[in-house]
């Protein structure tokens, strides 16, 4: 994953279901912000971020 120019291995958990003739998928990662050059936040939001597709 890049971002802010900052290029990361991620790896996805992925579900796939058949759906007749096509394949349903939902996957999600967890990334942490200061990886990609975002300082942490000081308050009680998380400082990881979730990607579902």
């Not at 990334?31 to 579902?52: E, T």
């Amino acid at each position: 994953m890049t971002i802010r120019g900052i290029t990361k291995p991620v790896t996805f958990d992925v579900t796939v279901k058949q759906d007749g003739d096509t394949l349903v998928g939902v996957g999600t990662t967890q990334i942490y912000m200061k990886d990609f050059g975002f300082d942490p936040l000081i308050s009680p939001i998380r400082r990881d971020v979730q990607f579902p597709l």
